[in-house]
């Protein structure tokens, strides 16, 4: 079984569509991530939930648009897509919101080509 | 944040050891030490994490400084596999940033054969 699973894999679009990308976690965890690794490969931070509340939002523009229908999932909404989204996006879990005692588990990663 | 610093690259022959340092001088009292890896084309991945005591799992042993100001990952037999990305983190403690992994630059580990 998949602990965490994101789907699509790859999401190839063009600039100024919507699109989203799906997370799941089987492992009963509180608190979801998502993570931006761009193409020099650097990893951040753009959002948490816990128990369905948005927990950190890291400045990220408002075309990007988290959800999260159910402690289970975290979807990743972005409207208007722009060329410079292209990068790899990945959602994590973690059992507990502080983070600093639990470990996170990290999804396989959708990478998304916006031309 | 509290912030640390990796070497840039290492290289190991399989089956080796490999000793993975990680300086961390401004750490807190209360911030765990988390390791991670991201081999390619895949998501980053739990390696082992600890507070004060040296850790060992399945994986990985951690070793950490008596003053906590460094760590060291410990790999025992390296493998092919091994080779990956490997990033010493410490969690955000508190604010706004409950959970929050910074990623650096982190180590790239090559293997070889």
């Known amino acids: 079984d998949t602990a965490v699973s994101q789907t699509p894999k790859y999401l190839v679009t063009q600039m100024g569509n919507d699109k989203s990308i799906k997370c799941e976690q089987n492992?009963?965890?509180?608190?979801m991530y998502w993570y931006k690794q761009d193409s020099k490969k650097f990893l951040k931070i753009m959002f948490s939930y816990n128990n369905k509340e948005l927990i950190i939002n890291e400045t990220v523009p408002n075309r990007f648009s988290p959800k999260s229908p159910d402690k289970a999932h975290l979807n990743l909404h972005i409207n208007s897509l722009e060329l410079g989204d292209s990068a790899v996006y990945f959602c994590?879990?973690?059992?507990?919101?502080?983070?600093?005692?639990?470990?996170?588990?990290f999804g396989p990663g959708t990478r998304l080509t916006v031309t | 944040d509290a912030k640390t610093t990796q070497p840039n690259s290492m290289e190991s022959n399989e089956e080796e050891p490999v000793h993975l340092p990680c300086n961390h001088s401004t750490i807190s009292g209360t911030d765990y030490i988390h390791w991670y890896r991201q081999l390619p084309s895949q998501g980053p991945e739990y390696v082992i994490h600890g507070l004060t005591s040296n850790v060992n799992n399945r994986m990985a042993s951690l070793a950490i400084a008596e003053d906590r100001k460094s760590s060291t990952l410990i790999l025992h037999r390296a493998t092919l596999r091994d080779a990956a990305v490997y990033y010493c983190?410490?969690?955000?403690?508190?604010?706004?940033?409950?959970?929050?992994?910074?990623f650096g630059q982190g180590t790239i580990l090559t293997v070889h054969p």
């Open positions: 983190i410490l969690p955000n403690a508190g604010g706004t940033s409950y959970g929050k992994l910074t």
């Open positions: 492992l009963g965890h509180d608190t």
């Open positions: 994590a879990s973690s059992q507990d919101l502080l983070g600093r005692n639990y470990e996170q588990y």
